[in-house]
C-alpha cells in the first residue's frame, strides 16, 4: 500500500503532496471543474510528478449526471473518456466515477442504464490499461451501498469500489461489515475522520483522531490483500490553515505505522 492524498491538478499540488510526505497524488475533477484547462497543464503535471517521484493513485469526478430517462449522457461519457485518457498520459491507474438515479425510474431500469453506461467507459478504460470504480460517497450516486453493489458490481466483475469508512458512518452502516463482505473489490481507499456524538455528526477531524477503528479496517483491508493507495481526504471547516496542515502530518504519521508490508 502507499499513503497519498487528494490535491490541486496542477504542478504545485503535486509539490505540496510530497511536502506532506506522502507516495501518491489524487485529482477529484468534480462537476463544475475545468476539465479542458486540466488536461491543458497535462505536461507540467507529468514533468512534476518526475520531479517529485510521486505517482498518480487516482483521477475522480463527483457529481455530474451520467444518466437520464432516456439513455446515457452522453456529452459526461465524453467528459469522463477525456479523463480516462488523462488517466493513461499520467499513468494513473485507477479512476473513479458514479452514477446518480433518475426519478420515476424504478431501480431495476436505473441500474439497467447504470450498467450500460459504465459498460461503455470501461471498454474504454480497458483500452487505456486503467481501471474503474464507483465512489460510495451519496453525492448524485446511488451506487454507494448494496443492493446497489449486487446487482451493478455483481454484473460488472471489473468494476471495482472507491472506498471511505466515513461514508457508512454517515448512512448509519457498518464499515467494517461493508469492507468484510466487498473489500476485495476495493480499487481505492480514502482517509478521512468521522467523529459523532449520541449518534449526531460533529466533524470530519484528521483520520486516526476520530471515531473510526482504523486497526480493525486495516487489518481487513490486508486479509481481503487490498495493495491500493490510501488517500487522506481533507474535510473539515474546523482543521484548515496551519491547523489543517498539522492535521495532515499527523495523518500521514499514524498510518506510515499501518504499512507493514
Not at 162 to 169: E, G, I
Not at 217 to 245: C, D, I
Request: proline letters at 3%; glycine letters at 10%.
Amino acid at each position: 500500500m502507499k499513503l497519498g492524498i487528494i490535491t490541486t491538478p496542477d504542478a504545485a499540488g503535486i509539490r505540496w503532496a510530497r511536502d506532506m510526505g506522502v507516495d501518491a497524488a489524487e485529482f477529484c475533477l468534480n462537476v463544475g471543474v475545468d476539465l479542458d484547462a486540466v488536461i491543458a497543464r497535462k505536461d507540467e503535471i507529468l514533468n512534476a510528478l518526475q520531479e517529485t517521484g510521486l505517482v498518480m493513485g487516482s483521477i475522480g469526478r463527483w457529481g455530474p449526471d451520467r444518466i437520464c430517462a432516456d439513455g446515457l449522457c452522453r456529452d459526461e461519457l465524453a467528459n469522463e473518456r477525456k479523463l480516462l485518457a488523462l488517466c493513461r498520459d499520467l499513468h494513473c491507474p485507477v479512476y473513479v466515477t458514479g452514477c446518480n438515479m433518475v426519478e420515476g425510474l424504478s431501480f431495476y431500469q436505473n441500474c439497467t442504464l447504470a450498467i450500460e453506461y459504465l459498460s461503455e467507459l470501461m471498454q474504454t478504460a480497458e483500452e487505456y490499461g486503467v481501471k474503474v470504480c464507483t465512489y460510495n460517497c451519496h453525492w448524485n450516486s446511488f451506487l454507494d451501498c448494496d443492493p446497489a453493489w449486487t446487482v451493478v458490481h455483481g454484473h460488472l466483475p471489473a468494476l471495482g469500489i472507491k472506498y471511505d469508512p466515513s461514508h457508512a458512518f454517515a448512512g448509519g452502516r457498518d464499515y467494517l461489515a461493508e469492507t468484510q463482505a466487498w473489500g476485495h473489490r476495493f480499487y481505492h481507499v480514502h482517509l478521512k475522520g468521522s467523529l459523532y456524538a449520541a449518534g449526531q455528526h460533529i466533524d470530519d477531524p484528521p483520520a486516526g483522531m476520530d471515531c473510526t477503528n482504523w486497526g480493525a479496517f486495516m487489518a481487513m483491508l490486508y486479509q481481503k490483500g487490498y495493495n491500493g493507495v490510501l488517500s487522506v481526504e481533507p474535510h473539515s471547516a474546523t482543521w484548515q490553515g496551519r491547523l489543517g496542515e498539522a492535521g495532515i502530518r499527523y495523518t500521514v504519521d499514524y498510518f506510515k505505522r499501518f504499512l507493514l508490508a
